[in-house]
């Protein structure tokens, strides 16, 4: 751990030394400063979902606790026993949310623009300008096809009646599906940037941050997105 | 692109012509850090305002005919969020953190300035939108600053109608505005520390305010959760935080949410938020009590150490603000033990302190005055945590002017007194102007003294058991009539030290036009900031070469040294140190 060995130093006792070091070099392996920035907005990312997993958890109430002890879920280890250490009462109005079949198909298209990223990535390594055109636009219009695919999931579920007001599971379903696409809308803005200039004819060497860090962030909201839908599934 | 082409290369720093894009649109860190702190001390203004009629009908009730009961809440909410987090929050992490960081690690500004800018305005917006939900029909949220539902969206609070709508908007908006701010202050001191800059030669004002971004970054995330969701309950009608309730006599359309849930999402970022602005304030007076007492500060490691450990711990003691919620007694107990384990770490600072002033030669000038009341207003407040940090004590003692007097000192007074310190000691770098000192002591004295006379017959009343969040307290058998009396001195000292503040306003503004003019280090510092070739400093800080930096920034009153300071960028000439120290 090369943080921990930074902060034992004793600087009072080294004046002159480390100078010709390179700085942040020092502490941490050194990617670029946008990738360190991307970083660390995953992490603040992450902390929110897992607050917004954390809440679902909570909310679920004796949902899924077996029906004879539901009186006193509390007796059964399992999700509810968080809530009732929280202090929580134990609700009992969870109503499983619909699954629809679109939503499969939502995550297969969310898959591909990943792969998309990937491919234009490994163009991008080996200079192959005009193949990362068509991933890079690949990869932006599956992601718009996945946004317009949970808003037709939405307008689904309005339709059938599975309005946010009528069941918490519901409403953390608009809740989650509404966090994860904002962010994937906020990916897009840096997608527009790069995909404009490679449009313009622009060299690997411009773009190559722009590429390599929406790869990483697109795997990311991925991730998050399997996880979110293995909890709705579950649920 | 490696450090060097970023550091080296002044032509990429953004260079506007016209005085909309210097001062307005600008993207150099120390205009918007100027930005941040005029906007967070205009809108803490209100705040004190507010404090002000709070106290009037307090201490004489009924005698301001507007302050009414909603009234009252409403001015008890504003006041609270603003000044946690309009005012301190922005103020510290915002302004200082803006203005120092780039200029103590020997950075030309911050690494994403256009961001930075972006920032500033974001924040500005939510300020906007908060100060909006004063002229809307119902006027402010007066929910408390806590927000607590049900009652913060339910009829009957004051501004259930708009108010609340307007405020969860405008944190959300904030947090945007921080999460921004907060990325390029944690990648600054990652990345683009200038040579030699090693972690551990940071100055302790850099690690305070990096470790409270850090902790900022994790905690707002747990606020805009709560606050996106109590909206959704506020405007869609769904349930998260709203149980089966029946309201002015009719049943509401919610079912089974849990008003608990909602306060460990906000304590979990509550909590980490008290240290945010604590943690700043730690790191600023280590630098100003080493610098005015010319000697190193004690235990260097300890310190920064230290700021690590209570941020960590931060994330681990919310729910000790939830004790009388209603919790598995297990949950209290360790929510009780990690509370007061912080007080180990904090202790080890306030030693540390206390043991640099030690045969140190102390110059008392106005920023170390200040720096000396913070010791003493925290290791009050703190002592008072102690206390309240135990459930068998707290219960009782919950929901009583004691905590009002608690969390006031530990963390309204104590950084707020670093917050002036702060602002007269780099005043001559920020201004190239120095202010009047007669007057600076007078401030001083007066915002010290003064409270205690408002803080410290506040324990005595909680101890007698007056409750807070009360608009009047009426007839009761414990509370004796002279407890009446207390609350009017409060009020006198209060309002006397919200008008003496007038003298810090009148010093520093009339100080910008015609004070004196500042000598580059003025007070013998060591630290970057204070070596610029300018002062103030020009817009990429460092002229042509960046400074490089050859040892921490502490070395006061080196045995053997011309003078009782050496600059952190001047290279050892051989008398090194004896290296048994």
């Known amino acids: 751990m090369k943080i921990l060995h930074e902060l034992i130093k004793k600087p009072w006792l080294t004046p002159g030394a480390d100078v010709g070091a390179d700085l942040g070099a020092v502490a941490l392996r050194r990617p670029t400063i946008a990738a360190t920035g991307l970083w660390i907005y995953v992490g603040v990312a992450t902390v929110m979902f897992s607050l917004i997993v954390a809440a679902y958890v909570l909310r679920l109430g004796n949902y899924g606790a077996d029906p004879a002890s539901a009186a006193d879920a509390t007796s059964s280890l399992g999700w509810w026993t968080l809530a009732a250490l929280c202090g929580i009462p134990l609700a009992n109005d969870w109503l499983p949310m619909a699954e629809p079949w679109l939503l499969w198909v939502n995550t297969g298209v969310l898959i591909l623009s990943s792969i998309a990223w990937q491919v234009a990535r490994g163009d991008l390594r080996h200079g192959r300008m005009d193949k990362l055109r068509v991933a890079l636009i690949a990869g932006g219009v599956l992601a718009f096809a996945f946004l317009a695919g949970q808003l037709t999931v939405w307008r689904q579920l309005i339709a059938d009646g599975y309005f946010a007001a009528a069941s918490p599971a519901n409403a953390f379903f608009y809740l989650i599906t509404a966090m994860h696409g904002l962010h994937l809308l906020g990916g897009l803005l840096f997608w527009g940037r790069a995909t404009a200039k490679v449009m313009r004819g622009a060299e690997a060497a411009e773009i190559g941050t722009g590429v390599n860090l929406c790869t990483v962030y697109w795997h990311y909201l991925l991730v998050i997105w399997i996880v979110m839908f293995g909890l709705l599934l579950i649920t | ?581």
């Open chain 2, 1 to 581: 692109m490696t450090y060097t082409t970023i550091a080296e290369d002044t032509r990429a720093l953004h260079h506007p012509k016209t005085w909309v894009g210097k001062y307005v649109w600008s993207q150099d860190h120390k205009v918007i850090a100027v930005q941040y702190s005029l906007t967070a001390i205009g809108v803490g203004l209100v705040a004190l305002v507010l404090s002000g009629l709070m106290r009037l009908q307090l201490g004489f009730p009924g005698m301001i005919e507007f302050i009414t009961p909603q009234a009252y809440y409403q001015f008890v909410t504003m006041h609270g969020m603003i000044m946690v987090i309009y005012l301190l929050t922005a103020l510290l992490l915002g302004g200082f953190g803006n203005y120092m960081i780039p200029l103590m690690v020997g950075a030309r500004d911050m690494v994403f300035p256009y961001v930075n800018m972006l920032s500033y305005w974001v924040y500005l917006l939510s300020v906007i939108v908060l100060m909006a939900s004063f002229f809307v029909p119902g006027g402010p949220t007066g929910a408390g600053w806590t927000l607590y539902p049900p009652q913060a969206i339910t009829e009957g609070t004051p501004g259930a109608s708009w108010g609340i709508i307007l405020m969860l908007a405008s944190l959300g908006i904030f947090i945007v505005a921080f999460t921004m701010g907060g990325l390029n202050y944690v990648t600054t001191v990652l990345q683009a520390r200038t040579k030699g800059m090693t972690l551990m030669r940071m100055p302790c004002t850099v690690w305070g305010i990096f470790v409270a971004t850090i902790l900022g970054l994790l905690a707002f995330p747990a606020l805009l959760v709560a606050a996106v969701m109590m909206m959704l309950d506020r405007v869609i009608g769904t349930s998260f935080f709203m149980p089966s309730i029946i309201s002015m006599g009719e049943p509401l359309a919610h079912s089974g949410g849990s008003p608990i849930l909602f306060q460990h999402l906000f304590w979990f970022f509550g909590h980490p938020e008290v240290y945010i602005v604590a943690l700043p304030a730690f790191g600023i007076v280590s630098d100003l009590i080493s610098t005015h007492a010319r000697k190193n500060i004690f235990g260097y490691r300890m310190m920064v150490w230290a700021i690590i450990i209570i941020g960590v711990l931060s994330f681990f003691v919310w729910a000790h603000h939830m004790y009388v919620s209603g919790m598995n007694p297990y949950f209290g107990f360790f929510f009780a033990t990690s509370t007061l384990i912080i007080a180990v770490p904090t202790a080890i600072k306030v030693y540390n302190w206390v043991l640099t002033l030690w045969q140190g030669d102390i110059h008392l000038r106005t920023p170390m005055l200040f720096a000396i009341g913070f010791i003493f207003t925290f290791i009050h407040g703190g002592l008072t945590g102690l206390f309240l940090g135990n459930v068998s004590v707290d219960v009782p003692l919950s929901d009583t002017y004691f905590v009002v007097g608690h969390f006031h000192m530990v963390m309204g007074v104590s950084p707020i007194l670093v917050v002036f310190g702060a602002i007269y000691h780099w005043y001559p770098k920020i201004t190239g102007r120095m202010w009047n000192a007669t007057l600076g002591q007078l401030h001083f004295w007066i915002t010290f003294l003064g409270t205690y006379v408002i803080y410290l017959p506040m324990h005595y009343l909680g101890l007698l058991g007056v409750p807070r969040r009360y608009y009047e307290m009426g007839e009761t058998e414990f509370v004796p009539a002279s407890a009446q009396w207390a609350n009017e001195a409060i009020t006198i000292a209060a309002l006397t030290v919200g008008v003496a503040q007038l003298i810090f306003f009148y010093n520093m503004i009339s100080s910008y036009f015609r004070g004196p003019k500042a000598d580059p280090n003025p007070w013998g510092a060591t630290s970057l900031e204070w070596q610029t070739p300018k002062t103030p400093p020009e817009h990429g800080n460092w002229g042509p070469t960046l400074p490089t930096v050859y040892r921490w920034a502490y070395d006061y009153s080196v045995p053997g040294a011309a003078q009782d300071f050496i600059p952190q960028n001047v290279p050892p000439d051989g008398a090194a140190r004896d290296r048994d120290m």
